[in-house]
């Protein structure tokens, strides 16, 4: 079945080190998409990325850092800049603008991985 | 910039009733689309309907339809026939660019 995977859907790391979310789609999807979500505010996007090797900043980059080595998978690292990285995160996907017209539109998302810094 | 705005933190209806979210959004594109997620407990984002704003003609599904104003920049979601696991968390988005926006969510609670 067609879908996207985050994994894991916990983790626990110690302040001061970097750590990195996985996820992947099999969808043939081209764009994805990193959220942040905190109780209260929302679905807040870090990064997000259109095509392969190209990817662009979100509303709250700082602190975060990504890579788009394959069409498949868009990693996020939360690294030690982060202030404060404990959240909910929630990878997307979606096809591209050009051909939203023919297609549907919506973001699929995955089931999301659970931060915890101690 | 864009924003989506949910001026409802928290809303309840009783089983069976209907109730309606509300939704407001602000874009300068012309081409976009509207959304409405659902998050129950477990936190996967569920789409419940779209709307593309080119189509004059309110989207449903099922119990699920919205009222979409495009002058007033509305996207109101009402739910029929409300049932137990309707509980949960509802997310208004809009698609403009390349680029979804969110609001701050809505939380429903249904009451047997």
């Known amino acids: 079945d067609g879908g996207i995977t985050q994994s894991p859907k916990y983790l626990f790391r110690k302040e001061g080190q970097n750590v990195t979310l996985s996820c992947e789609q099999n969808?043939?999807?081209?764009?994805m998409y990193w959220y942040r979500q905190d109780p209260g505010q929302g679905l807040r996007l870090i990064y997000y990325?259109?095509?392969?090797?190209?990817?662009q900043k979100g509303d709250i980059a700082e602190g975060y850092s990504v890579s788009r080595e394959k069409k498949e998978s868009f990693p996020l690292t939360v690294t030690s800049a982060q202030k404060n990285p404990t959240a909910f995160y929630l990878c997307?996907?979606?096809?591209?603008?050009?051909?939203?017209?023919?297609?549907?539109?919506?973001?699929?998302f995955g089931q999301g991985t659970r931060l915890t810094v101690v | 910039a864009q924003t989506v705005t949910q001026s409802q933190p928290e809303m309840s209806v009783q089983e069976a009733e209907t109730v309606t979210l509300s939704c407001t959004y602000d874009?300068?594109?012309?081409?976009?689309?509207l959304f409405w997620y659902k998050q129950p407990p477990s936190r996967q984002m569920i789409l419940v309907i779209r709307?593309?704003?080119?189509?004059?003609q309110n989207a449903t599904e099922n119990r699920f339809s919205v009222n979409f104003q495009k002058a007033a920049k509305s996207f109101s979601l009402k739910i029929s026939d409300s049932q137990l696991g309707d509980a949960a968390m509802y997310f208004c988005?809009?698609?403009?660019?390349?680029?979804?926006?969110f609001g701050t969510g809505t939380s429903l609670t249904v009451i047997p």
């Open positions: 997307a996907s979606s096809i591209p603008l050009g051909i939203r017209i023919l297609k549907n539109t919506e973001a699929f």
């Open positions: 969808l043939n999807h081209d764009a």
């Open positions: 990325s259109q095509i392969v090797n190209d990817f």
């Open positions: 874009t300068s594109e012309s081409d976009y689309y």
């Open positions: 709307q593309e704003a080119y189509k004059q």
């Open positions: 988005a809009s698609l403009a660019g390349n680029q979804f926006y």
